[in-house]
């Protein structure tokens, strides 16, 4: 296994579009978490799954942004009708149990002009 | 709410200096905390953590981090550092179900 792997690795896109980001998590993890992070910040949590429940979503979460793990496996989180305060790094995590180290995968960074 | 403090934004040494990240988090109950390391490029890499036990805590690429109840802290120390260790370093809490970050300290090393 490879660890965690995020496509694509960068987007560009413009104002108003729909953007779609996918996660793989490592292949027995069952927990998936999805974070946000801009220049000078540090992450910030938008959402988890475990299996494929989706258990918490954070009030960042707005209602343009929808994230689905149909089968318990990969992930993807999807912006509708993107706005410039999008554009920041979209990180993956997963792992096995709640409390335990997360893994990361290298992010997606999204450029909304 | 639960939080983290970095307080320190950014950190310059010279190489083979010794370093002190510092790290206070607030918590009500016993926290699990995390340090993270971030290279340019490079996707977010655990360097320790603390669930409960020993207060002192060994990592990988010679780090260590002492928990400190009283002091609400968990600084991150490394005795002797490498032009390598040039990275962003972000201290976290789990807390129900997510990790909670600090904004992270930006070290710089000199040769």
């Known amino acids: 296994d490879t660890g965690v792997s995020q496509n694509p690795r960068h987007k560009i896109t413009k104002r108003g579009q729909n953007v779609t980001f996918r996660c793989d998590p490592i292949?027995?993890?069952?927990?998936l978490y999805w974070y946000r992070q801009t220049l000078g910040q540090g992450p910030e949590f938008l959402t988890y799954?475990?299996?494929?429940?989706?258990?918490?979503k954070s009030r960042l979460l707005s209602d343009r942004f929808s994230a689905e793990r149909p089968k318990g496996s990969f992930s993807t989180l999807e912006i509708q009708r993107t706005e410039q305060g999008d554009s920041a790094m979209y990180l993956c995590?997963?792992?096995?149990?709640?409390?335990?180290?997360?893994?990361f995968g290298p992010g997606t960074r999204l450029t909304v002009t | 709410a639960q939080s983290v403090t970095q307080p320190d934004i950014h950190i310059t040494v010279s190489e083979g200096a010794s370093l002190e990240l510092r790290c206070n988090y607030s918590?009500?109950?016993?926290?699990?905390l995390f340090w993270y390391v971030q290279s340019p490029g490079q996707g977010l890499q655990l360097l320790l953590k603390y669930f409960s036990g020993d207060t002192l805590v060994q990592g990988i690429k010679g780090f260590e981090a002492e928990f400190k109840r009283s002091q609400s802290s968990f600084n991150l120390r490394k005795p002797s550092v490498h032009w390598s260790d040039a990275a962003e370093y972000f201290c976290?809490?789990?807390?129900?179900?997510?990790?909670?970050w600090g904004l992270g300290t930006s070290l710089a090393v000199n040769p």
């Open positions: 995590a997963s792992n096995g149990q709640g409390f335990d180290e997360q893994y």
């Open positions: 292949s027995e993890h069952n927990r």
């Open positions: 799954f475990q299996n494929e429940a989706q258990l918490e």
């Open positions: 918590y009500g109950a016993t926290p699990y």
């Open positions: 976290a809490v789990f807390d129900n179900r997510k990790l909670i």
